[in-house]
């Protein structure tokens, strides 16, 4: 089985940073695109930033500039470090990937992972 473990969330001011990490472990052939939603109280789940395997980034519009995405493909890790937080980056972060499993030893398929969410408050 496929695991997504997440850390680094916490408790920071505003105008504060913090980074992210999200390790995928397991079962693991290869990990394509992997990615950051949030869902803030009372708001549904959203799009913070994704990246692929070669690096190509995208970003909701409310974090770009603040907010960078990186991964380390050895290690099947990616990182999201946040600076100049605001109250309104408040949210439970959950990392996402998809991920290539190779099953009975000559099919390749592709599974979908969330991990458990690790919650980010900005405040004073």
């Known amino acids: 089985q496929v695991q997504l473990v997440e850390s680094g969330g916490g408790l920071v001011q505003p105008g504060g940073s913090l980074r992210l990490s999200c390790a995928a472990s397991?079962?693991?052939?290869?990990?394509?695109?992997m990615g950051w939603y949030r869902r803030a109280p009372g708001k549904q789940r959203e799009l913070v930033a994704r990246?692929?395997?070669?690096?190509?980034?995208n970003y909701a519009d409310s974090v770009k500039g603040r907010f960078a995405i990186s991964r380390d493909n050895a290690k099947n890790t990616v990182y999201l470090q946040m600076i100049s937080l605001e109250p309104e980056d408040t949210a439970v972060y959950y990392c996402?990937?998809?991920?290539?499993?190779?099953?009975?030893?000559?099919?390749?398929?592709?599974?979908?992972?969330w991990g458990q969410g690790t919650q980010v408050t900005v405040s004073s």
């Open positions: 397991g079962s693991i052939f290869s990990v394509n695109d």
């Open positions: 996402n990937a998809d991920v290539v499993i190779l099953q009975r030893g000559r099919n390749y398929r592709t599974y979908n992972y």
């Open positions: 990246t692929t395997s070669g690096g190509i980034t």
